[in-house]
Nanobody, 122 residues
């Protein structure tokens, strides 16, 4: 498994932006994903990116507002979040797994970060 550390969460007003970062310990040739979990809800897929960065996938509600990217030289994946809405409020987790191909399912990932809180006020 790979150790992952997220950062960049915080409190922002609706319409604002945040950029989350996830640093991976050691080199990884795997896809990486972002998930989120709101209070009382299941953890849900947000975005994923292939190891090469050439393929990205997004949950429908964040398409056009969020952008996932990665810098393999820094072993870091990013989630740029624009036009934030109150319903984006959640703990955001990054994850990685054994495959270089990104997936939308939690069971495709076997290493998870500790999460970072994002709160969007209305």
């Amino acid at each position: 498994q790979v150790q992952l550390v997220e950062s960049g969460g915080g409190l922002v007003q609706a319409g604002g932006s945040l950029r989350l970062s996830c640093a991976a310990a050691g080199r990884s040739f795997s896809a990486m994903g972002w998930f989120r979990q709101a209070p009382g809800k299941e953890r849900e897929f947000v975005a994923a990116i292939s190891w090469s960065g050439s393929s990205t996938y997004y949950e429908d509600s964040v398409k056009g507002r969020f952008t996932i990217s990665r810098d393999n030289a820094k072993n870091t994946v990013y989630l740029q979040m624009n036009i934030l809405k109150p319903e984006d409020t959640a703990v955001y987790y990054c994850a990685t797994g054994p495959s270089p191909i990104p997936g939308r399912l939690k069971n495709e990932y076997n290493s998870w970060g500790q999460g970072t809180q994002v709160t969007v006020s209305s």
